[in-house]
């Protein structure tokens, strides 16, 4: 980390995770700096998603304290550390595939900002937020923008996975968890996705799963 700012923001401390009595997640201790970009690395079953899933709040530890900016989340639901800033994708698409990707973007920027009442949204449906701004800067900054009139179900999958992380971009978060965004990407689109978020990094904090070393070591 060549930044000079190397506040902490995410911080795991001895986290540990059972099912039953599989122990998914180990005594783990992690700290994701303020600026920083990086992975975690682990093969299938590792607890890479489990790991994700403590940190974000879908799953609260057996043992161990997760702390984000200092405070102590540990039994803070998900719901409220969005609202702190951090940011998640899924491990599986979360698109709505029979809208067009602006819409789709809209969707977001709604639930993010709620600039204006449901009843609007309801009544002047997604195009009141076709024209913002930021929807259309965050479409060019992941490349989306020629395809921004296409329903998802057309795009290829590096798009949809480009859109997924834009969408969650929009809310403007602190921090962004990915879990495995690289997954079934081909070389060129790896590569393309890599620089985009490379390009973002110096805006926000990141945290990528991948389970090949390979492809995230030059990041
Ligand atoms: N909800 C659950 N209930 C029971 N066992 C689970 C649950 N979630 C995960 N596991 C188990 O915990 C272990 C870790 O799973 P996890 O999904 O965290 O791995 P991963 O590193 O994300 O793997 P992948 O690379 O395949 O996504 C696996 O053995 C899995 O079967
Ligand atoms: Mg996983």
Not at 132 to 142: A, G, P
Not at 187 to 216: D, P, R
């Amino acid at each position: 980390m060549d930044n000079l700012t190397c506040r902490e923001l995410i911080k795991a401390e001895k986290v540990t995770k059972r099912f039953g009595n599989l122990v998914a997640v180990d005594n783990v201790n992690f700290v994701l700096y303020e600026n920083e970009m990086a992975g975690i690395v682990g093969s299938n079953g590792a607890g890479k998603t489990t790991f994700f899933n403590v940190l974000t709040g879908y799953f609260f530890p057996d043992d161990g304290k997760v702390f984000y900016e200092n405070q102590d989340v540990t039994r803070i639901s998900p719901q409220k550390r969005v609202g702190m800033g951090m940011m998640r994708t899924f491990q599986l698409t979360s698109t709505f595939d029979n809208l067009k990707v602006v819409d789709n973007m809209s969707l977001s920027f709604f639930r993010a900002h709620r600039t204006s009442s449901t009843f609007r949204l309801l009544t002047n449906t997604l195009a009141a937020f076709r024209g913002e701004e930021r929807i259309w800067k965050c479409l060019e900054d992941f490349d989306l923008a020629s395809v921004a009139n296409r329903e998802v179900k057309h795009l290829s999958l590096g798009e949809k996975r480009r859109l997924e992380i834009a969408m969650a971009v929009l809310a403007e978060p602190k921090v962004l968890l990915l879990d495995e965004p690289l997954a079934g990407l081909s070389e060129s689109e790896i590569s393309g996705l890599l620089g985009i978020l490379q390009s973002h990094a110096h805006k926000q904090t990141i945290l990528l799963v991948e389970h090949k070393i390979s492809k995230v070591q030059d990041i």
